[in-house]
């Protein structure tokens, strides 16, 4: 990614590991989401409100380049690869040391309190595309 929308830091923790130290799989998925909530907190954006809705999962991909250990500062970088009537896709990769340890997508969908799929409004539009 050449120029991310959006950087996070972060580092791996105790909890994320399995007993070698090394990341469990799936939780690299939650240093993303934190980089992705942060960027929509950044514009303004809605995360989640019981009574507004939010941004859940339809497709998720990784493909994991180096392991992360216990400890190992990271940086998740975030850029939107498209914006859709109600979705948004995120192409994220993790640094770490300088050299990428993962990459990979999220499609996310806004959805209202019903969890129904939304149509973005303006605002959100704005905000998302300003990215692309």
């Not at 950044?42 to 400890?71: A, I, M, N, Y």
């Not at 498209?82 to 969908?109: K, P």
């Not at 209202?112 to 595309?129: A, I, K, Y």
């Amino acid at each position: 990614m050449e120029i991310p929308l959006y950087r996070h830091v972060a580092e791996v923790s105790f909890r994320d590991t399995d007993a070698s130290g090394w990341m469990h799989f799936p939780n690299i998925f939650q240093y993303v989401e934190l980089a992705e909530h942060a960027f929509l907190r950044s514009r303004g954006l809605l995360v989640f409100d019981r009574t507004k809705g939010g941004w859940p999962r339809v497709k998720v991909s990784c493909e994991f380049k180096r392991p992360l250990l216990c400890g190992d500062p990271i940086e998740v970088h975030l850029a939107i690869e498209a914006v859709g009537t109600s979705s948004v896709t995120w192409n994220f990769e993790v640094i770490r040391a300088a050299e990428l340890a993962a990459v990979g997508s999220i499609t996310t969908v806004r959805v209202n309190h019903l969890g129904r799929p939304q149509p973005l409004d303006d605002r959100e539009r704005v905000e998302l595309e300003r990215g692309l």
